[in-house]
């Protein structure tokens, strides 16, 4: 991995060069653009710009279309699943959007103990969760950084029953080379940190006060993470504050950037509109806020631009919503989640980061995908098998990863239903499966089906 050249830096004037150049498309231009796009080698920020304009009912279907096709020829009809994990609520940032933010008296602030960090993971597990990431609110007790690397090992050292969590991402606030060596060193999966928003002015805008105030220290944290050999990173942003065509380029910059200097793009891309918030009036209106539409067409986009990285939705949309969106792109979800510390031993929602939109648990969500065709995956195998950074995105990109994700994927699906499932998920959850296998190559099938046999046997954590 190299690292030389210099640290990210939004290039706003390029950006509304683009808007402002590439404005406009005719149907043949767009058909071309999406049919670029299928051959999953990414777009340019032009073509993007283009199909950002796109109304025309028709326009809109085949752009769906192609999505949805490139993300099931990467990644198959897989869906991966996992929860958050809130340790503390604790900040020193005045972010006006977020529950969370320091002057909101109205908030019971919380940290959890390690016996309560304990806890909270065995009710995850009892659930049937295998994969997590943990967040804090960007201030730590005294032990600073030291809690948070606790927290990781009291997870990983948590068991209950045949369950345990085998793989935690992190959401924490942007740290130093040197800390992001230690952060490294607990075996984390994916570090995710959201930008919130590319455009300066509006950052400057909606954080008022603490560290997090400092744009560059928050747009260069993914190079330092780099740097610091963590191989695999998230991007996000909160759409709602600025123009989402904006942040969309800005994405496509980083990402680039990221490929560029270390031959590796994100792993993830999070993509979470603004919810309301306990005591934030912005939240409540926020002042671009992104109609469902709008919404579709952003995953879409992102599939083709970026097709390599798994595209993340959250429960803060409504269920309706999630399901239409992962005909368009989506690979991971989070499921039963709450955004609360002590939020699993304690259902009440109070003191939560922002409102869920889907309260479904995990069986019913789990349920809920394959009723619709989708194979749930509760995989953590490549983190674990060094299959990560650049060897990753080596197999993504042409689109091989598959032949690991769907026999990973119907593995951990047949231990969710071995162990957790309700009788009614059991019953669809084997049709999928069984729907699955036939369509599997023949060589591929029997690997597959030896892999479930394992675990029908009595074996667990069968990956390859």
């Avoid at 950084?145 to 606030?173: H, M, Q, S």
């Avoid at 942040?247 to 792993?267: D, I, N, S, T």
């Amino acid at each position: 991995m190299s690292t030389a050249g210099t640290a990210f830096q939004v290039d706003e004037s390029a950006i509304y060069q683009t808007l402002n150049q590439a404005k406009g498309h005719d149907q043949a231009q767009v058909r071309e653009i999406l049919a670029k796009g299928a051959l999953m080698k990414g777009l340019s920020k032009e073509d993007v710009s283009h199909l950002m304009d796109i109304t025309e009912p028709q326009l809109l279907d085949e752009l769906y279309h192609t999505a949805k096709k490139v993300k099931e020829e990467i990644y198959g009809n897989r869906i991966v699943l996992f929860a958050p994990l809130y340790v503390s609520n604790l900040c020193g940032n005045e972010c006006v959007y977020c529950a969370f933010r320091a002057s909101n008296k109205t908030l019971v602030r919380r940290t959890l103990t390690t016996d309560e960090i304990a806890e909270e993971t065995r009710a995850m597990i009892r659930t049937g969760q295998k994969r997590i990431v943990l967040l804090a609110g960007e201030a730590y007790p005294k032990e600073g950084l030291d809690f948070v690397l606790k927290a990781i090992k009291t997870v990983y050292a948590t068991k209950e029953g045949k369950g345990e969590i085998r793989r935690v991402n992190v959401e924490i606030a942007p740290l130093s080379v040197e800390d992001f060596r230690r952060l490294k060193e607990v075996e984390i999966g994916t570090y995710i940190t959201f930008q919130e928003t590319y455009h300066k002015p509006t950052y400057e805008q909606v954080h008022l006060g603490g560290k997090k105030r400092n744009f560059e220290w928050r747009v260069e944290c993914m190079d330092r993470a780099m740097e610091a050999g963590i191989e695999d990173v998230g991007l996000g942003v909160l759409f709602g504050l600025t123009d989402w065509r904006f942040e969309v380029l800005a994405l496509m910059q980083h990402a680039e950037h990221l490929e560029k200097r270390f031959g590796c793009g994100p792993h993830t891309i999070s993509i979470p509109r603004i919810e309301p918030a306990e005591g934030s009036e912005l939240s409540e209106n926020p002042p671009h806020a992104v109609g469902d539409e709008d919404f579709k067409k952003i995953i879409a986009i992102l599939r083709l631009a970026v097709p390599y990285t798994g595209i993340i939705l959250s429960t803060r949309e409504r269920a309706e919503i999630r399901r239409d969106c992962l005909e368009l792109g989506v690979s991971q979800i989070s499921a039963g989640s709450r955004t609360n510390p002590g939020g699993y031993g304690n259902e009440n929602e109070h003191s939560a980061q922002f409102s869920l939109g889907d309260h479904r648990n995990l069986d019913e969500v789990v349920r809920d995908l394959a009723e619709h065709g989708f194979m749930p995956s509760f995989c953590t195998g490549c983190y674990r098998l060094g299959r990560v950074g650049a060897d990753f995105m080596d197999m993504a990109k042409p689109g091989d990863i598959k032949t690991h994700c769907q026999p990973n994927a119907v593995s951990t699906f047949v231990e969710f239903l071995e162990d957790y499932a309700s009788p009614a998920t059991v019953e669809i959850g084997w049709k999928v499966i069984g729907k699955c296998l036939e369509q599997m190559p023949n060589q591929l099938r029997q690997h597959t089906e030896g892999m479930v046999a394992e675990v029908k046997a009595g074996q667990r954590d069968v990956f390859c």
